[in-house]
């Protein structure tokens, strides 16, 4: 694979640390647990799209882009770090937000990647749930382009083909780093959305021959439909990065136990493993995505499906600037222990 032949704008904080979770190993009796933080990328509090981003903001500038246009729900982290890229780059960004969850807190509604989108300088629209986002955005497109602009789309979560370069790069890495420090990976684990992460994941461990499985937590789809959907993407990317003969329907794997309510609704495990995490770890997690992946996971060690002596590594994909959006869903009052 040689991803040095695609346009990429280097604006992560790359490589990620790949850390061992000591209390949270030993709280749990379990197999050893392994962090890589991508929520330590670098851009506007960090997460997995800026991996993305970097290719597919490298594409726009290449088209002479002059607005970028993104969609997504309304806490959306990729909305926030497209926001970050747009800035830096001297371009206007559009985001369109889809009330995906009916939430009416306030802080929901303004506060959290909401507050960091419009503190980037994006300006914002909102449609009602279940609006075909992609066929908006794509008719906020065309009035952009009417009006003499060059306008870039991206797909919801950045997952198309481009942006999942993103995680066959950090399939790349995460190898290397365990290479170094001799670190035999039984499973890698991590929230999966709209999909991208896990497709170049998955691209990019079996494009290396790396043995190495991935389990994605699924945080909305059932698990037919998401690893339908990762399927079809891992086999784009494959293409696109010139592995399409390494990869197999069987080595996406997804799991949907966690979902809850649906989608953006934090479960009382989501909750758990988030003050888990703060309390033991001193690291944040969100409500949306990396609090129900971490869920999936603790649930499973709990069940002793990984077991002592196994080594596995949850892909943090940020979202901490979610949790301000959530502040009511945690009932503490500032100064008070946890409830
Ligand atoms: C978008 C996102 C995910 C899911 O990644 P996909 O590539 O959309 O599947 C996971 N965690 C966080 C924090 C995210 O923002």
């Given at each position: 694979?040689?991803?040095?032949?695609?346009?990429?704008?280097?604006?992560?904080?790359?490589?990620?640390?790949?850390?061992?979770?000591?209390?949270?190993?030993?709280?749990?009796?379990?197999?050893?647990?392994?962090?890589?933080?991508?929520?330590?990328?670098?851009?506007?509090?960090?997460?997995?799209?800026?991996?993305?981003?970097?290719?597919?903001?490298?594409?726009?500038?290449?088209?002479?882009?002059?607005?970028?246009?993104?969609?997504?729900?309304?806490?959306?982290?990729?909305?926030?770090?497209?926001?970050?890229?747009?800035?830096?780059?001297?371009?206007?960004?559009?985001?369109?937000?889809?009330?995906?969850?009916?939430?009416?807190?306030?802080?929901?509604?303004?506060?959290?990647?909401?507050?960091?989108?419009?503190?980037?300088?994006?300006?914002?629209?909102?449609?009602?749930?279940?609006?075909?986002?992609?066929?908006?955005?794509?008719?906020?497109?065309?009035?952009?382009?009417?009006?003499?602009?060059?306008?870039?789309?991206?797909?919801?979560?950045?997952?198309?083909?481009?942006?999942?370069?993103?995680y066959?790069?950090?399939a790349?890495?995460l190898?290397?780093?365990?290479?170094?420090?001799?670190?035999?990976i039984?499973e890698v684990i991590h929230?999966t959305?709209?999909?991208?992460t896990q497709a170049g994941l998955v691209a990019g461990l079996a494009?290396?021959?790396s043995?190495v499985p991935v389990l994605g937590?699924?945080?909305?789809?059932?698990?037919?439909?998401?690893?339908?959907?990762v399927?079809?993407?891992m086999?784009?990317?494959?293409?696109?990065?010139?592995?399409?003969?390494?990869?197999?329907?069987?080595d996406v794997v997804a799991?949907?136990?966690?979902?809850?309510?649906?989608?953006?609704?934090?479960?009382?495990?989501?909750?758990?493993?988030?003050?888990?995490?703060?309390?033991?770890?001193?690291?944040?997690?969100?409500?949306?995505?990396?609090?129900?992946?971490?869920?999936?996971?603790?649930?499973?060690?709990?069940?002793?499906?990984?077991?002592?002596?196994?080594?596995?590594v949850?892909v943090?994909?940020?979202?901490?600037?979610?949790?301000?959006?959530?502040?009511?869903?945690?009932?503490?009052?500032?100064?008070?222990?946890?409830?």
């Amino acid at each position: 694979m040689n991803l040095a032949r695609f346009p990429r704008l280097r604006f992560g904080h790359l490589p990620t640390p790949l850390e061992l979770l000591k209390n949270l190993t030993r709280e749990l009796g379990g197999p050893e647990i392994w962090i890589k933080r991508d929520d330590c990328t670098g851009m506007s509090t960090g997460g997995n799209k800026t991996r993305k981003l970097e290719f597919l903001m490298a594409q726009a500038q290449a088209e002479g882009a002059d607005i970028v246009l993104t969609q997504g729900a309304t806490q959306s982290n990729h909305a926030r770090q497209t926001a970050a890229f747009a800035a830096r780059m001297g371009v206007d960004c559009h985001i369109l937000l889809e009330d995906r969850t009916g939430i009416k807190d306030s802080n929901y509604q303004h506060n959290g990647n909401v507050f960091l989108d419009v503190l980037h300088g994006a300006s914002l629209e909102h449609h009602p749930g279940g609006t075909d986002m992609e066929a908006v955005m794509a008719a906020s497109a065309e009035g952009f382009r009417a009006q003499g602009r060059y306008p870039y789309t991206i797909p919801g979560g950045g997952s198309n083909p481009t942006g999942a370069l993103g995680y066959v790069n950090a399939a790349l890495e995460l190898v290397t780093q365990a290479n170094d420090q001799n670190l035999r990976i039984d499973e890698v684990i991590h929230a999966t959305g709209s999909t991208g992460t896990q497709a170049g994941l998955v691209a990019g461990l079996a494009g290396i021959s790396s043995g190495v499985p991935v389990l994605g937590i699924s945080v909305r789809a059932d698990r037919k439909n998401q690893e339908e959907n990762v399927f079809q993407l891992m086999v784009a990317t494959a293409e696109l990065a010139g592995c399409s003969t390494a990869v197999n329907r069987e080595d996406v794997v997804a799991n949907a136990d966690y979902v809850g309510e649906g989608y953006g609704i934090p479960t009382p495990g989501t909750i758990e493993a988030i003050r888990m995490l703060a309390q033991l770890e001193g690291i944040l997690l969100d409500p949306v995505y990396s609090g129900k992946g971490m869920a999936g996971l603790i649930d499973l060690i709990r069940k002793g499906v990984y077991r002592r002596g196994q080594n596995v590594v949850f892909v943090h994909t940020g979202g901490s600037a979610g949790l301000f959006g959530y502040t009511n869903r945690f009932q503490t009052v500032a100064g008070d222990a946890a409830a």
